[in-house]
DNA sequence: TATTTATTGTAGAAAAATCTACATGATACA
DNA sequence: TGTATCATGTAGATTTTTCTACAATAAATA
């Protein structure tokens, strides 16, 4: 049992992804990228699921589809996304694309934030950390059961 | 190696911490306790260190030193705590205590969380969590000791 | 064909989080 | 004694995040 909810798994999490948010922004801004790190986290996305439709998006980065939106201008403002209709499936859908010039800041900052991530690898052990991933998934699993969670 | 940004540990920890948290909002709001979830850090902080002084507190929580000056504001105003001049040392501080009323709401919510902690406690192992959480600690070390994070 | 549903764009407002700045009182120290 | 430092209170502004709302278009369906 845990004495103190401050020392709780859930609380340590907060804490933990505080920081690691700190840290993103800081090498974001340190080194001048021209995207937030929401906007890498996007490009990351869209370079996973080409055919991604935009509440599809939303839904996995968790915020609201407005919000989702809002990147999206933002992003295709700066040259860095094309959004073209497009049919998927049956329906009409705006279709998501790098645009070569995305494509390269995609891949500069994924270099530079890879570097971070392997010197992380390197003292955490793979098999540990594949079962503290594996643990983020349960816990996540167990909110969305037992609270009414929507991110809309 | 992690091929994408948004598979790796430090992205799966953001997400996994905001569905906490919005786990957090839903019970809060849902059981209209007459605290947030901040607040109730804070009054968890104080029932263990009920000597720690504001900076120390803004420390641990994460916060700014004025942003969490407005909790206790907060949470004073409702009753909840006092701050009074005291001795620290030869400094003079202002001691952070709970009152009564604030010590009932305390554990009012605090049995609530218990609950929800205890029930994925039961899903989790807790040899795993000790592990989980030890990482954790590792990577905020990580972070603290490659980036220039401060929480002013 | 008329209505409903799905997907999106986008403005405006609201809420939450954070920062800057200044003020106070007291001790430390040069 | 004068200056620096520490811990604090608090207002105001800014930034970030999120929500509400309305509009448009096209496909699905009744």
């Excluded at 948010?21 to 370079?47: G, M, R, W, Y």
């Excluded at 699921?49 to 935009?54: H, L, N, R, T």
Aim: with cysteine; hydrophobic share 40%.
């Amino acid at each position: 049992m845990v004495e103190h909810y401050t020392k709780s798994l859930p609380y340590e999490l907060e804490l933990t992804s505080r920081v690691v948010h700190e840290a993103s922004t800081s090498l974001f801004k340190q080194k001048n990228f021209p995207i937030t790190h929401d906007e890498f986290v996007i490009l990351d996305c869209l370079s996973i699921y080409p055919d991604i439709i935009q509440i599809e998006l939303a839904k996995m980065i968790l915020k609201g589809r407005a919000h989702t939106g809002r990147f999206l201008m933002a992003l295709e403002e700066k040259g860095f996304i094309k959004r073209t209709p497009a049919k998927h499936g049956t329906k009409l859908i705006m279709k998501l694309s790098i645009t070569p010039e995305g494509l390269n800041v995609y891949k500069k900052v994924s270099k530079e934030i890879d570097r971070h991530i392997d010197a992380l690898h390197e003292r955490l052990n793979m098999d540990k950390i594949r079962i503290l991933i594996d643990m983020l998934h349960d816990i996540r699993k167990d909110a969305y059961e037992n609270f009414d969670i929507d991110f809309k």
